[in-house]
């Protein structure tokens, strides 16, 4: 995945408006009503993942509400499961940093983690809820080409290598024009022997040398590497 636009994450903001801070720092094409209308946008377009965010990319960020209200002095009154909380964040190896309209209107520093979001706004039970690369019209990253589980016959190319098994209909249709690291986040949370052996490992990257896919391969090796000791 490769970022497309970077948001001006130090753009100023004001406590709770949260979208306002996401779309002025996007220069956001569009503007919803509320961070909830903005995800309900994108989960219609299936851009909504969650997965692990990609690594070094900005991506949005929501976390739903089931509490609260505000009476405005009008007599409006907004309740927040309508409203919901958006912010940014930012996967760097193991570690993730978080910015919303609360870091930068001066209430707190960077969260460190989606369960820090979720403590600070834990009066009206905050939970999270997923990640986009767009949000408003504007899209902050996309899927390199060469990184592309392309179509569904790559998809049962991939499960027959590393997952031993045939993919399911939904996981046809789940994974198709899907990053390579969307199958490697996600299906290999599913395998029950993820403790497998050096031996295993070195057999996969073998049998992987011997019948090449399309597919990024060093990204498939790496993984490997990593995770299969």
């Known amino acids: ?25 996007g220069n956001a094409p569009q503007r919803s009503t509320t961070a909830k209308a903005a995800y309900d946008k994108e989960k219609k377009a299936k851009r909504i993942s969650l997965s692990e965010l990609p690594d070094k990319i900005w991506v949005v ?50 969260y460190v983690a989606f369960e820090a979001v979720e403590a600070w706004f834990g009066a009206y039970d905050a939970k999270y809820v997923g990640w986009s690369t767009h949000c408003d019209g504007r899209e902050y990253a996309k899927l390199k ?24 209909a939904a996981e046809l249709k789940d994974y198709a024009s899907k990053d390579i690291e969307y199958f ?17 490992r070195d057999a996969l990257k073998q049998q992987l040398a011997e019948k090449p896919v399309t597919i990024n391969k060093t990204v498939v090796i790496d993984y490997l590497n990593k995770n299969l000791k």
């Open 1 to 25: 995945m490769e970022q497309v636009y970077t948001p001006l994450i130090d753009t100023k903001a004001f406590p709770a408006m949260c979208l306002q801070y996401v779309d002025d720092a």
């Open 145 to 168: 080409e060469n990184n592309m589980i392309k179509n569904t016959n790559h998809v049962k190319i991939l499960f027959r290598q590393f997952l031993n098994r045939e993919p399911t």
């Open 61 to 110: 960020v929501w976390f739903s509400f089931s509490k609260g209200s505000y009476t405005y002095p009008n007599g409006d009154t907004i309740y927040y499961k309508d409203a919901w909380h958006i912010a940014f964040a930012r996967r760097n190896g193991k570690n993730i940093e978080i910015h919303d309209s609360e870091v930068h209107s001066g209430s707190r520093q960077p």
């Open 184 to 200: 490697l986040n996600k299906a290999y949370k599913v395998r029950t022997d993820l403790r497998a052996t050096i031996k295993e």
